[in-house]
């Protein structure tokens, strides 16, 4: 049997937790996605991308509303099948982000008349590599498919509008020295201790708060690793520590990798960038994104750490995280959804989308 995408959104969401989805291995949920959506909204134009599914409809409204899901997950932990108990839905991806692809491919299959045209973009390995992200194949190969006014991403946001997300860069900073019989330790210089200085300064910065359309971003700069020394009786000759900075989007990348090197100024060590990405900003002044700020009635709040809104903010296309799913239970082994977040996101966005 196959989904049901008229079916109440709570049942959809099981179904969609009962069909395991880890990253890179979509094709079976996708296979059912496509063929429910091809059967059952028949007012969208149905395409198929690897194991992504794209539909939109061609309506002549003024406006495009993207609604975008990753339908993949990370590793289930003995907790596929769903179960549901008091009201809360149990299982890997009911909140990351299953709930909210329930609710996108709920409403395509039953609004006839949007006051928007749609696009339904459901995509893979979202959970891995950004080098697999399934929407930066969609965007090198049907780019044309990307174009919107506003993109909703379905991402869990506690039933909030998560405006924008933060950019992150890691930065791994070596510390060199001189091997020693640790016996002699004077006849060396150790790397490790030199890495103290770096820890120093970073467990005594003070990370800035920054209001954004009355979103407020909050910066950190951590630690995240350190690795050094090669056995119990040698000073090491080289150490680093890994650090990841978390910025707010008023930043560029390059303003955040220039402000890693001011922190750590005038100390003994160097610096790699390894990884970065932009974050957005909120877009909230763009009318269709303040039109669904309203629907939601006001709940907005600035997204704390990075979501593929980054992606659809460098093409200029407002975009917010909106899902009933809460972040802080993502991939967590008793990861769950309450059954009323579900319907309230979607008569929310079923009242945005046709009004």
Known sequence: MGLDLRADPIALTAALVDIPSESRHEQRIADEIEQALRAQAPHFEVIRNGDAVLARTDLGRPSRVMLAGHIDTVPAADNVPS?????????????????????????AATIAEPAHDLTLVMYDCEEIESSANGLGRIERELPDWLAADVAILGEPSGGFIEAGCQGTIRVVVRAAGTRAHSARSWLGDNAIHKLGAVLDRLSSYRARSVDIDGCVYREGLSAVRIDGGIAGNVIPDAASVTINFRFAPDRSVEQAIA??????????VLCEVTDAAAGALPGLANPAAAALVAAA?????????????????ALGIAAVNYGPG???????VDEHVDTAAITATTETLRAYLTA
Do not use: I
């Open 83 to 107: 179960r549901t108990e008091g009201g809360l839905m149990y299982g890997c991806g009911t909140s990351d982000m299953k709930s909210g692809d329930a609710v996108f491919l709920h409403l």
């Open 259 to 268: 402000h890693v090197h001011e922190v750590l100024d005038g100390l003994e």
């Open 297 to 313: 009635g006001g709940q907005v709040r600035a997204k704390y750490g990075w979501t593929d809104v980054a992606r659809f903010a």
């Open 326 to 332: 809460d972040p802080n239970l993502a991939h967590k």
